[in-house]
Structures are given as C-alpha cells and as structure tokens.
C-alpha cells in the first residue's frame, strides 16, 4: 500500500499547484468533449465477481455528513490534512490488503479561477493517470451524479496495486471515492456495494 499513499500525496499537491496555475484563458470544455476525450482512452475489462474475494465480516458504517452520505463496509478512520484541510476517510482490512477511502476538499472561488466544473474535471484525472502507465489504465468513462459530472477509472498492475476511483466535482467540492485492493481488480459487487452508496444531498 506504500505506493497509494505516494499517489495520493502526488495528487494532494497537484491539487494545490493546479489551482495556483490555472489557464483562465482557456476555452470552457463540455460535457461532451469530455465524454469524448475520456471513451477514447479507456478499454473495459472483465471485472472479477469471486464472492470468496469479498471480507467475509462486514459492519456497514453509513456515514451522513450534510452534504453527502457513503456507506463503508466497517467503520472507518477520519483524518484532516493539515496543509489543505482534505478530509480522509479509511478503512482497511486486518491482512491490508484492500482499502476504502473517501477524499474529499472544498475549494475557494480564487483557486478555481475561471475553471468550469468540466475543465477542473480533466485536470484532476490527468493528475491522477499521471503516475500511471497507458495499459495500467483498464477504464476511464464520464458518468453523472444526481446531474454532476464525474469520472469512474480502473486502473492498476501487479506493482502499483488496483485501484476502482471516482471523482466528483460539486460545488466547489472535489470529492474522491476508492477502492484499493493488492492482488486483484475489486469485483463489480464490492464497487456497486460501496461507490454505488454514495449519494449527494445537494442540489445543482
């Protein structure tokens, strides 16, 4: 797991570096271009669906903050980055070999400058792929969240670990949902289970 925590301290500080250098030149994206860009990227695989990979004891922790709730399968650690205020998160198995894990950090108008919600979106998931290989990346689709763009990927290999992430971007909020495991992509079962409970008390 020594490698996820370096990806994600690459992307913490990226986070911080891109709002500092944002192009507010740029032309705003569409959500089009950017389900254009992202189907033109990615190639399915096959999920594994073992119920025997699965941890065999579960306690579903519901997590219910105002402007989100997210389903864990046993209670997770919360953590507070100091330096940019990100909210983790965690939970991990005894044996760490798979992990659950929400990110998520609020944003100021001045950091987000003229960024649209789509143009902000790319960044972040260039951010993200750019520790990553071409094959590494198995699927990289736009989705939409109760009407809020977003970016579902598997990506990963045999030494950097598999990963299932989604990522939001609502109202000046980038939110990062997770599921890590060491040997194996998580199957659509534990991504349905955990991702799939995420649901955002918000409205556009």
């Known amino acids: 797991m020594k490698y996820f925590f370096g990806i994600i301290w690459i992307l913490l500080g990226w986070l911080s570096a891109c709002t500092d250098a944002s192009d507010t030149t740029e032309s705003p994206s569409t959500e089009d271009s950017l389900k254009t860009e992202i189907d033109s990227l990615g190639n399915e695989i096959t999920l594994l669906t073992d119920d025997s990979l699965l941890t065999p004891a579960l306690a579903p922790t519901k997590i219910e903050q105002e402007r989100f709730t997210l389903t864990f399968p046993n209670p997770p650690e919360r953590t507070v980055d100091s330096t940019d205020g990100t909210v983790i998160y965690l939970y991990a198995n005894e044996a760490d070999t798979e992990r659950y894990i929400l990110l998520y950090r ?7 400058a003229q960024e649209t919600a789509t143009s902000f979106l790319k960044k972040a998931v260039a ?3 750019s520790d990553f290989e071409e094959n590494e990346i ?13 970016v579902d990927m598997l990506i990963g290999s045999p030494e950097k670990s598999y990963y299932a992430w ?3 971007f609502v109202n000046k909020r980038l939110y990062q949902i997770l599921i890590i495991k060491n040997i194996t992509f998580p199957s ?3 991504i349905t289970r955990f991702m799939g409970s995420f649901e955002l008390n918000e409205s556009l």
Do not use: N, S, V
């Not at 609020?106 to 987000?112: A, G, V």
């Not at 689709?141 to 109760?146: H, R, S, Y």
């Open 188 to 190: 659509q079962k534990e």
């Open 166 to 168: 989604r990522i939001f």
């Open 127 to 129: 951010g993200i792929l």
């Open 138 to 150: 198995g699927k990289k689709e736009a989705i939409t969240l109760q009407g809020h763009q977003g």
């Open 106 to 112: 609020d944003f100021t108008d001045e950091e987000i």
